[in-house]
Structures are given as structure tokens and as C-alpha cells.
């Protein structure tokens, strides 16, 4: 059993920053591939990025490549999603998720004009 809590959400503007954090507890937590998801409003979840056990690779959907950076302690079983330049269009719940199968309660990031 994994358990995953985000923390770092918030309101900010166009073009402010966010960093994400999301600590894992229970089974070990580098072991496994870990990964950002958001769900907007009305849309699907959507995957944001992901990263390597060993955090040697990372991925990205082309909407944030560029502009976010996926990021893992794992002495401190944390991940991290570092969000700069952002825009209205990136407002939505993230989520973190664990390639094992698990997910966190998700934190809101909204982006206002």
C-alpha cells in the first residue's frame, strides 16, 4: 500500500510559478516510476509528466514541455512538478500517481488572467 498527498496548489496568475509536491508513505517509494495527471473542468484526466525510479528520464506532454519540470528526492520520498510561465489553460486538479497503481487526493491549481 502506497499513500500519496500533494501539497502546493493554490490561485496565481498568467505567467507566475507553482511548485507541486507530492510525499509518499507506506511501500517503498523508489521502486517505481512516478507521474503527474490533471483534470481540468469537463475534461478527462490528462497526463502532465512522468519520471524514472532512478529519475534519470523524464516525460512530458507537449502542452507543458518546456515549462514544467518533473523532479524526485527519494531519500525524502518526495516528487516534485516545478510549473513556471503559467497559463490560464493549465488551471485543473493534479494529481499524483505511482506507476504501481496508486493515487494521491490531487491539489487545485488555478490560473486567473
Known amino acids: 500500500q502506497v499513500q500519496l498527498v500533494e501539497s502546493g496548489g493554490g490561485l496565481v496568475q498568467a505567467g507566475d510559478s507553482l511548485r507541486l509536491s507530492c510525499t509518499a508513505s507506506?511501500?517503498?517509494?523508489?521502486?517505481?516510476?512516478m507521474g503527474w495527471y490533471r483534470q481540468a473542468p469537463g475534461k478527462e484526466r490528462e497526463f502532465v509528466a512522468r519520471?524514472?525510479?532512478?529519475?534519470?528520464?523524464?516525460f512530458y506532454a507537449d502542452s507543458v514541455k518546456g515549462r514544467f519540470t518533473i523532479s524526485r528526492d527519494n531519500a525524502k520520498n518526495t516528487m516534485y512538478l516545478k510549473m513556471n510561465s503559467l497559463k490560464t489553460e493549465d488551471t485543473a486538479i493534479y494529481y499524483c500517481?505511482?506507476?504501481?497503481?496508486?493515487w494521491g487526493q490531487g491539489t487545485q491549481v488555478t490560473v486567473s488572467s
Open positions: 500517481y505511482s506507476y504501481s497503481g496508486y
Open positions: 507506506g511501500r517503498t517509494f523508489d521502486s517505481n516510476d
Open positions: 519520471i524514472t525510479w532512478s529519475g534519470d528520464r523524464t
